[in-house]
């Protein structure tokens, strides 16, 4: 796809970026700037307060059309605020709402259903998780077994789905589910909005590798939701959600987030005892900013592309493999150059700056980005297919 890219902001963006960063210094509560700068993750009502801060503004849903609150901005001033508020030291708004199923309401819902959904997103009053995956339904997702069958004016959903990420924060969960076992498996699937308050749903933790409560499984009996839940028609639920998986690719990439990393490290290298070390931080570093100066290129492609009104092709696999395996080579050169200062420090007394001290929390759980949202495997599956026709 032949596309100009914009590797340099013009006078307009630039002024759009400076009123953005002014913004982020006046406006990012220092409780979120210094929890992001340690490299820890926000609890339920720090994510909620910070979210709230940009629905209020009309921030939070910055890639939404204007017709749906979305503020009008192009690619490249979308692009602009997430690497402002990245350099600021604020956390990624978290993608269920905003950049999954709200793409999904304002794309395929009803009226009613738009009316009755999306404000809640657009403020951050209201949390979403996602109910793809289940014990034996992952990268083969379409064989997802979770039950809903009709019952009058309702939906009864059995089964179970797993790593929810966030289910014990959230209000709503949109989720997969089989309405019809007759037919092709994929057209058998079809989407429900489900409140997390419902008899019969139960949430249970599920304990990650960097010692967080993130993940969960999610067990339904009986489970009544309403015919009016249900977005489209039955049979719909896999061109949705293969409609929702190039939004979520794209995100997972972090581009703005890396840069933020790697200004941790930058900061943090300073605190290393010796000169030599230093230096050779010093060239480990050089060589991500290199990578990650390759991922911004075609991330700037995307934006370019976006503002050309093209769609989304083979780059957000792309990105998603390039990005993740990125985010992971960042979080493991923090682990190795901190050395004695990385070894988690629980019940001991941590040595030498606070960055090092989390880094192997971080290093633990970005060892899964690389199998959210679509393994890389599946992604290079994907690649495989659509470019060289495999
Ligand atoms: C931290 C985290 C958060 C998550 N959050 C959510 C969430 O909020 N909601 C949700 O629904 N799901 C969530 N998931 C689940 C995630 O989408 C799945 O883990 C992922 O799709 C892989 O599925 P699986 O775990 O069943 O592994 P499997 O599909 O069993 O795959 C196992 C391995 O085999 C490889 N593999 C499988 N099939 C192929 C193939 N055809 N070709 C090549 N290699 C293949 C995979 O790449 C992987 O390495 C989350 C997962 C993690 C780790």
Request: proline residues 5%.
């Amino acid at each position: 796809m032949e596309t100009s890219v914009n590797l340099d902001f013009n006078e307009e963006e630039k002024k759009f970026r400076e009123s953005i960063r002014q913004w982020m210094v006046e406006n990012v509560p220092e409780d979120v700037r210094s929890c992001t700068a340690r490299g820890a993750m926000p609890d339920k009502s720090m994510q909620q307060r910070w979210e709230r801060l940009l629905g209020s503004k009309g921030w939070l849903t910055t890639t939404w059309p204007e017709q749906y609150g979305g503020p009008g901005w192009s690619a490249t001033q979308r692009y602009i605020f997430d690497l402002e508020r990245a350099l600021a030291g604020a956390p990624p708004t978290s993608p269920f709402g905003v950049a999954m199923v709200g793409p999904v309401l304002y794309t395929f819902a009803s009226e009613e259903q738009k009316e009755r959904w999306l404000p809640g997103i657009q403020s951050g009053e209201t949390l979403w998780c996602q109910g793809y995956s289940e014990p034996n339904a992952g990268s083969d997702l379409a064989s997802l077994k979770t039950r809903a069958t009709l019952n009058g004016d309702h939906y009864l959903v059995n089964g179970q789905k797993i790593w929810t990420t966030q289910a014990h924060w959230a209000d709503m969960m949109f989720c997969l589910v089989r309405t019809d076992n007759t037919v092709k498996q994929q057209q058998g699937i079809s989407f429900l909005l489900i409140d997390m308050k419902t008899p019969g749903l139960e949430v249970r933790p599920i304990y990650s590798i960097d010692g967080h409560h993130h993940l969960n499984e999610v067990y339904f009996t009986d489970v009544k939701v309403p015919v009016e839940n249900l977005v489209g028609k039955e049979g719909m639920g896999w061109t949705i959600a293969k409609f929702l998986l190039t939004h979520e690719r794209t995100t997972i990439a972090g581009v703005a987030d890396i840069h933020h990393e790697i200004n941790r490290l930058k900061s943090a290298m300073e605190s290393l005892p010796t000169e030599n070390e230093r230096q050779q931080a010093q060239r480990r570093l050089a060589s991500l900013e290199i990578d990650l100066m390759a991922l911004e290129y075609t991330n700037f492609r995307t934006v370019a592309a976006t503002d050309e009104g093209k769609p989304f092709g083979p780059e957000s696999s792309g990105l998603k493999i390039k990005g993740t395996e990125l985010q992971q080579r960042v979080s493991q050169a923090m682990v190795e150059i901190g050395g004695l200062m990385s070894l988690p420090w629980d019940n001991k007394q941590p040595i030498g700056d606070e960055v090092f001290n989390q880094a192997s929390r971080r290093y633990n759980f970005l060892r899964a980005c690389t199998i959210y949202g679509g393994s890389n495997e599946i992604q290079k599956n994907v690649l495989a297919k659509m470019l060289l026709g495999l």
